[in-house]
């Protein structure tokens, strides 16, 4: 069943709030000192330092701890990571960096290089960085990352165009990142910018995309050619010695033998000198004693003998045959 319609005149009764004026004066003054309770203290970590600022000009630097300002915007304090090593990409991006400075928007432009002898070449870099003079960094210049950033892209470009694509592929890679991080801090220094650079380390250098495979090529044959020579100078100094060893022995053995003759050469001459002075005295009792020694030494060797007389008649009388 539908309700009857309504009839006749509908007053709406509005709802009446009495506010009252020290109310609305009370509640604006506890939020305007509550905000400037909380905006009076500040907390300085300990790798850090503030630099407070008062209406925008520098007014102190703050250790780390707990400090006192001014608030509502009279004094604002800037919070300097001096303490920490920091970091710039280049070439490549690594995801959830906090510095938005850290990667640039589009590496694959930053990366894409012209060596020496006009190749070209994809190099991916860090740079490692601190921050040493706080109130320089603040107010020297307006984005100092972004200028340390086209600073180093700068430089590496200019050490990449004075190496050949060998060098800045294989071998010239430590050379390029000591050289790029020389020329760095030279220029940090003259700008006074309160950053200096510690450390370039190359990444990836790698020849572009088209040509990569022929490169791989190469590298390949090099390292081969590398294995093989490593493999025979191994080969080399494991028989070379050898040999040279078993020559010194066999010459020294040579040599032994050939004195070891000598002295028995010398010694038989000396011997047969005596004995030529002893036959020279008396020839035949030293030609009778020479057979008898001589006969001796042979006998013995002979084994079992029979020794008979010339003038006997008969072999068998000397038996003694029973």
């Given at each position: 069943m539908k309700p009857p319609p309504l009839s006749g005149n509908i007053t709406?009764?509005?709802?009446?709030f009495n506010i009252s004026p020290r109310l609305l004066i009370i509640v604006p003054m506890i939020i305007f000192a509550l905000v400037g309770v909380f905006s009076s203290f500040f907390t300085v970590s300990p790798e850090s330092v503030a630099v407070v600022k008062r209406f925008g000009k520098l007014h102190y630097t703050a250790d780390p701890g707990l400090h006192f300002k001014l608030p509502y915007g009279i004094?604002?304090?800037t919070i300097v990571p001096i303490g920490r090593q920091l970091k710039l990409e280049f070439g490549f991006s690594t995801t959830g960096a906090t510095n938005r400075y850290q990667s640039s928007d589009e590496p694959e432009l930053e990366r894409d290089m012209v060596t020496g002898d006009l190749n070209a070449a994809q190099v991916e870099w860090i740079v490692q960085y601190g921050i040493t003079h706080p109130e320089n960094y603040l107010f020297k210049f307006r984005e100092p990352e972004s200028t340390l950033r086209?600073?180093?892209?700068?430089?590496?470009?200019?050490v990449i165009g004075d190496r050949?694509?060998?060098?800045?592929l294989t071998i010239g890679r430590a050379e390029?990142?000591?050289e790029s991080l020389k020329r760095l801090k030279a220029i940090l220094i003259k700008l006074d910018m309160g950053i200096t650079a510690e450390q370039i380390q190359l990444k990836e250098v790698h020849p572009p995309a088209?040509?990569?495979?022929?490169?791989?090529?190469?590298?390949?044959?090099?390292?081969?050619?590398?294995?093989?020579?490593?493999?025979?100078?191994?080969d080399y100094n494991r028989v070379?010695?050898?040999?040279k060893g078993l020559a010194q022995q066999r010459i020294s053995a040579a040599d032994g033998f050939a004195v070891q003759r000598i002295n028995e050469a010398e010694g038989d001459v000396a011997r047969f000198k005596q004995l030529l002075l002893q036959y020279d005295k008396a020839p035949a009792i030293t030609k009778q004693r020479l057979y008898l020694e001589t006969m001796n030494e042979v006998l013995p060797k002979l084994g079992p003998k029979i020794i008979l007389d010339e003038d006997a008649k008969q072999f068998?009388?000397?038996m003694n045959l029973k």
């Amino acid at each position: 069943m539908k309700p009857p319609p309504l009839s006749g005149n509908i007053t709406f009764l509005r709802p009446k709030f009495n506010i009252s004026p020290r109310l609305l004066i009370i509640v604006p003054m506890i939020i305007f000192a509550l905000v400037g309770v909380f905006s009076s203290f500040f907390t300085v970590s300990p790798e850090s330092v503030a630099v407070v600022k008062r209406f925008g000009k520098l007014h102190y630097t703050a250790d780390p701890g707990l400090h006192f300002k001014l608030p509502y915007g009279i004094d604002t304090a800037t919070i300097v990571p001096i303490g920490r090593q920091l970091k710039l990409e280049f070439g490549f991006s690594t995801t959830g960096a906090t510095n938005r400075y850290q990667s640039s928007d589009e590496p694959e432009l930053e990366r894409d290089m012209v060596t020496g002898d006009l190749n070209a070449a994809q190099v991916e870099w860090i740079v490692q960085y601190g921050i040493t003079h706080p109130e320089n960094y603040l107010f020297k210049f307006r984005e100092p990352e972004s200028t340390l950033r086209d600073l180093t892209e700068s430089v590496m470009c200019e050490v990449i165009g004075d190496r050949t694509v060998d060098e800045v592929l294989t071998i010239g890679r430590a050379e390029i990142a000591m050289e790029s991080l020389k020329r760095l801090k030279a220029i940090l220094i003259k700008l006074d910018m309160g950053i200096t650079a510690e450390q370039i380390q190359l990444k990836e250098v790698h020849p572009p995309a088209p040509v990569q495979r022929s490169f791989d090529e190469v590298n390949r044959a090099q390292q081969e050619r590398e294995q093989l020579i490593n493999e025979a100078n191994g080969d080399y100094n494991r028989v070379i010695p050898k040999a040279k060893g078993l020559a010194q022995q066999r010459i020294s053995a040579a040599d032994g033998f050939a004195v070891q003759r000598i002295n028995e050469a010398e010694g038989d001459v000396a011997r047969f000198k005596q004995l030529l002075l002893q036959y020279d005295k008396a020839p035949a009792i030293t030609k009778q004693r020479l057979y008898l020694e001589t006969m001796n030494e042979v006998l013995p060797k002979l084994g079992p003998k029979i020794i008979l007389d010339e003038d006997a008649k008969q072999f068998l009388p000397l038996m003694n045959l029973k």
